[in-house]
């Protein structure tokens, strides 16, 4: 099996800034693209941002100029780094990994348990 834990949530102030990390573990062959989403209550999920392997990134509107995406392939980690925060960035955030298992010839997609980002003052 695959597992992915994330880490790095919490209760931040308009405008400040928090680091979420995700790590992948398990029956790992090769780790393709690793990503964040996040939903808010009420809403659908959304991307928020996403890198492949060779380093292409994609963002959210919502999300671009602000956020940064980054993963250690070595490790199979991905981290969000979050800045100039706002109350609608407020949401339960779940990393997102396309897994290769030995043995297999597709990808297939693995969710976290979601970690909760609050932003209020």
């Known amino acids: 099996q695959v597992q992915l834990v994330e880490s790095g949530g919490g209760l931040v102030q308009p405008g400040g800034s928090l680091r979420l990390s995700c790590a992948a573990s398990?029956?790992?062959?090769?780790?393709?693209?690793m990503g964040w989403y996040r939903q808010a209550r009420g809403k659908q999920r959304e991307l928020v941002a996403a890198?492949?392997?060779?380093?292409?990134?994609n963002y959210g509107d919502s999300v671009k100029g602000r956020f940064t995406i980054s993963r250690d392939n070595a490790w199979n980690r991905v981290h969000l780094e979050m800045n100039s925060l706002k109350p609608e960035d407020t949401a339960v955030y779940f990393c997102?990994?396309?897994?290769?298992?030995?043995?297999?010839?597709?990808?297939?997609?693995?969710w976290g348990q979601g970690t909760q980002v609050t932003v209020s003052s």
């Open positions: 997102n990994a396309n897994v290769k298992r030995p043995g297999t010839s597709l990808g297939y997609d693995y």
């Open positions: 398990g029956s790992i062959f090769s780790v393709n693209a």
């Open positions: 890198i492949t392997s060779g380093g292409w990134m």
